[in-house]
């Protein structure tokens, strides 16, 4: 059973940034596709985010250019780097994991952008 455990979130200012942790609680980058997505009040979960075993990174059009989803094989840890934040981007912030039929969810952090 793979663990994920977000970290991170917080209130920023439009405009700021943030950086989301999960750490997983073993090695799952070679073989699982990992991502971020996130789910405002009274939406649904949409995908943020993805990066595969081969290193390949896929990413919403709404956070393109300004959200990286990046890993750290060593520490078990993706990552999430959040520019130039909008008020749109407020929602909690789950890490994914998938491998086949296994999929796995973290608890979530919350991210709020306001002023």
């Known amino acids: 059973q793979v663990q994920l455990v977000e970290s991170g979130g917080g209130l920023v200012q439009p405009g700021g940034s943030l950086r989301l942790s999960c750490a997983a609680s073993?090695?799952?980058?070679?073989?699982?596709?990992i991502g971020w997505y996130r789910q405002a009040p009274g939406k649904q979960r949409e995908l943020v985010a993805t990066?595969?075993?081969?290193?390949?990174?896929n990413y919403a059009d709404s956070v393109k250019d300004r959200f990286t989803i990046s890993r750290d094989g060593a520490k078990n840890t993706l990552y999430l780097q959040m520019n130039s934040l909008k008020p749109e981007d407020t929602a909690v912030y789950y890490c994914n994991a998938v491998y086949g039929t296994n999929g796995y969810w973290g608890q979530g952090t919350q991210v709020t952008v306001s002023s």
């Open positions: 073993e090695n799952i980058f070679r073989l699982y596709v």
């Open positions: 990066i595969t075993s081969g290193g390949t990174t």
